[in-house]
């Protein structure tokens, strides 16, 4: 289903990658961020909010990447460069990420910078949207996203244009052993 989601994804402008270990994933999002010019300035810093990947691993060898905030504010969010979440499922035969955002920290860091960094557990892969609505339970979230590709709109004098209403890229890292959804 991998192959099938990336395809899928691809096709809507999305970069995605696979790594099999959070440890191969990590290197990657950092050496990302500094080839992409991170730094601890405004348009220029990444927020990284609260999920399962950073369980176990060890903040202070994030500490030296200079403008890494773990901090998540509207105002940090709505002047970030990057933002870094992690989406519970992807659904192969549309391309879509979907994650429970009730936490308003995940709405802002997947929806206000103009990067989207989505951590994806390769396990969360769904053949479809049937599939996922037997795992969501909606009187326990209240704020389901579902995201495809990054931002666009042809709705102003029908011109297609990217990053209006949400980020102009969306990177998709999948990781192996980072465990599955529910």
Known sequence: MY???KTRAEGVSAEVYRF??????????????ER?????????????????????????????????KF?????????ARFGISQMQWALADTGTLVQDS??????????????????VPT?????????????????????IAM?????RTADIERVLTIGVHGPERLVIVFVDDLGGAN
């Open 3 to 5: 192959e099938q989601f």
């Open 20 to 33: 099999g270990t959070k440890a191969g994933a990590l290197d990657f999002i950092v050496g990302f961020l």
């Open 36 to 68: 992409e010019g991170i730094a601890d300035e405004p348009q220029a810093h990444a927020l990284w909010t609260e999920c399962p990947f950073l369980d176990g691993i060890d903040r202070q060898t994030l500490a030296g990447v200079a403008g890494l």
């Open 71 to 79: 901090e998540i504010t509207r105002d940090l969010a709505a002047d």
């Open 102 to 119: 009730t936490a308003i920290d995940q709405r802002l860091v997947s929806s206000l910078p103009a990067i989207h960094i989505a951590l």
């Open 123 to 143: 396990s969360g892969i769904l053949p479809d949207m049937p599939a996922l609505l037997t795992r969501l339970h909606p009187a326990q979230s209240g704020y």
């Open 147 to 151: 995201i495809t590709g990054p931002s």
